[in-house]
């Protein structure tokens, strides 16, 4: 049983077009955390959320923490070819840092 | 560049072997964690080390074993080989321990079991 579900698993859309990514768990966190994954390479933060409804930016990208702190999501706006890659949300529990099965978004141009 | 050094990049052995990945973090960076990434089951933990000791420890085998080195350099044992240990394997580096710290990712190292 997976401890956080991502949804959905797969994305293709068209440059221009607007995008949300889901982070869902049963469980509380105390924060949550998004990576991005490039082929080749290994994940990189973009951005934690730690208190329960908050909203970060960060250019294009809006992150939200559920008010419960269950959930997550990711909204990206006017998706570009650069945005392309594996994204991947990550709660700390326990002191491990346990990571969703990813979104695989793809950007055509 | 993360500052996180795997090596080797590609490791290609077969059933039965025994291979050794190394992990070199971040200066400064006093915790590595070992992760397994496949395609069917995803980034998965498996043990992390903070200053040369073992802190947690999440879905390893008993066949893998890990440690961590006074320099803080870490290497990752994977024995008695089987085809379904093929994937992507990485290291990341810490200062502390989550959530507080970002975890930073090595580029990996992709071992093919044949």
């Known amino acids: 049983t997976q401890l956080l579900e991502q949804s959905p698993q797969f994305l293709s859309i068209q440059e221009g077009e607007n995008l949300t990514v889901y982070c869902n768990s049963s469980?509380?966190?105390?924060?949550l955390q998004w990576y991005r994954q490039e082929p080749g390479e290994g994940p990189v933060l973009l951005v934690t959320?730690?208190?329960?409804?908050e909203v970060k930016k960060l250019k294009r990208l809006t992150f939200q923490f559920g008010d419960a702190r269950k959930d997550s999501s990711l909204h990206i706006t006017a998706a570009q070819p650069g945005d392309t890659g594996l994204y991947l949300c990550?709660?700390?529990?326990?002191?491990?840092?346990?990571f969703g099965q990813g979104t695989t978004l793809q950007v055509k141009p | 560049d993360s500052g996180v050094t795997q090596t080797p990049k590609h490791l290609i052995t077969a059933t039965g072997q025994r291979v050794t990945l190394r992990c070199s973090p971040r200066?400064?960076?006093?915790?590595v964690y070992w992760y397994q990434q496949s395609l069917d089951q995803g980034l998965q933990f498996l043990i992390q080390y903070y200053n040369g000791e073992e802190r947690a420890k999440g879905n390893i085998l008993e066949r893998f074993s890990a440690q961590q080195f006074p320099d803080l350099h870490s290497e990752l044992n994977l024995s008695s080989l089987e085809l379904g240990d093929s994937a992507l394997y990485f290291c990341?580096?810490?200062?502390?321990?989550?959530?507080?710290?970002?975890?930073?990712f090595g580029n990996g190292t992709r071992l093919t079991v044949t």
């Open positions: 959320v730690v208190t329960g409804g």
């Open positions: 990550a709660g700390a529990q326990t002191g491990k840092l346990i």
């Open positions: 200066s400064g960076d006093l915790s």
């Open positions: 469980s509380v966190f105390s924060s």
């Open positions: 990341a580096s810490s200062v502390g321990t989550p959530p507080n710290s970002p975890l930073h």
